[in-house]
């Protein structure tokens, strides 16, 4: 897809895309403002791309249009069951000049595995990449370079049918935006201090937690309020059922590494249906285990990661998702009290695979897993 405005473009077999340029695109002056600090999710592109699929037609009326606001009927079927899902992934340009999104094959991917959870319909993953072209393809001037900057790009899907019955609706509109951004914490890579939430929980057995849908976030919402009342960053969330073994954050997966003489132990909680298979996590798995540390996936209580941060055979714990890239976690609290991770610091594994990752996104070392795909 090199010039999405001369050439007529297919999201897939039988779904044409129509291009109509925006007539009043953000001027370039106060674009390079925007890009030179472009917080998170505050600012976005001059386009988008919609999408909709109706019942017994499938979908339909692909438009990659300006980026303008909606507007809904009130009885529209997500304003009150919240039948929606959505992803998250991100476009850089490369030390080379060129432009790429970070392994969209796998957000595709996700995005039909949470349309499955919420009975919603699978938009076909060549459909999802080529619109991820198409829209970077055509604001991409609003890449911005350098650092933690990238356009962070939110697919997302939901029920549009207006009707107040409870089944799955008739009638769905799949957008793609795109928001230039710097790095999701304020503070920058500096260490995070989480909250171990033990009164709230984000997912149980059978429940939507795997799903990368709205509620799963509605849900979190109290008790991230209560870590900050704590002077928290994050909440770190708990099984539903025990109580006792750390399944993720908010946004992120978590990984803890753990020393024992000369052998180091990656462990990450193990994918028990509650929790995000997140993609940045699959990576991290990829690198750590390239590196020779013994990765494991498993099963990770609060009991054992307060025990051995004490012994000191914990040495570094960080969380890793494709808005926050890897965030060293310095301190935990919880109701039973404060614990450090070694000294607080951002500990040398942390820092190098975070290196590591930026550097494969950036195109600065071989993409030797096929994880860069190109825009023309
Ligand atoms: N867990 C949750 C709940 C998330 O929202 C995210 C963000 O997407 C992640 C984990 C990390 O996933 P990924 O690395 O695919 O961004
Ligand atoms: C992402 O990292 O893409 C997410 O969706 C996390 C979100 C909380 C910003």
Known sequence: MTDILTRPTQLCADLPLQVV??????????RSEILAEPGFGQHFTDHMLSITWTRGVGWHDALLGPFAPLQLHPSTAVLHYSQTIFEGLKAFN????????FRPDANAARFQRSAARLAMPGLP????????????????????????????LRPFMF?????LGVRPAHEYLCLFIASPSGAYFPQGVKPVTVWLSEDFVRAAPGGTGAAKTGGNYAASLLAQEQAAAQGCDQVVWLDA?????VEEMGGMNL????????????ATPELTGTLLAGITRESVITLAGEHGYGVSERRITVAEWRERAADG????????????????????????????????EPGPITTALREELLDIQHGTVDDRHGWIHRIG
């Open 241 to 245: 059922v025990e109580r006792s073994a």
């Open 125 to 152: 993953e060549d459909a999802f990449v080529a619109a991820v072209e198409a829209l970077v393809s055509i604001d991409r001037a609003w890449v911005p370079s350098g650092g933690d900057r990238s356009l962070y």
């Open 255 to 266: 990984f803890f590494v753990f020393k024992d003489g000369d052998k180091v132990e990656f």
């Open 21 to 30: 340029p925006s007539a009043s695109p953000v001027d370039a002056v106060r």
């Open 94 to 101: 490369l030390d080379d000049g060129g432009l790429a999104v």
């Open 313 to 344: 055979s914990l040495t570094e714990v960080f969380a890793c998702g494709t808005a926050a890239v890897i965030t060293p976690i310095g301190r935990a609290r919880s109701n039973g009290g404060e614990f450090t991770m070694a000294d607080g």
């Open 159 to 163: 029920a549009t049918e207006a009707y």
